[in-house]
């Protein structure tokens, strides 16, 4: 499992997050420490919040490692500084 923080501060983040998500089979959620979502659902994104830092968590296999990298490449933009 591969973990690391983000932050959608904007309605259009999170549009471009789920997006995003959307392209790639597995498993990818949120928490916030209180709750974990699915991170494809736009609804259960919206639910968290936006601002806050949040945990991406990714659940793969070792055949989809260059999937994973791939996502883990692209979602860097909302990754938490």
Known sequence: MQTMQIVLFTIDDVKRFVTLTNKY????????????????????VFSL?????????IDSDPSQEK????????????AAK
């Open 49 to 57: 919040g936006t601002s806050q830092p949040i945990t991406l968590e």
């Open 25 to 44: 089979k597995f498993s990818i959620d949120l928490s916030n420490g209180k709750y974990k979502i699915d991170a494809k659902s736009i609804m259960g």
């Open 67 to 78: 999937e994973v990298e791939e996502f883990m490449q692209a979602v860097q933009e909302f």
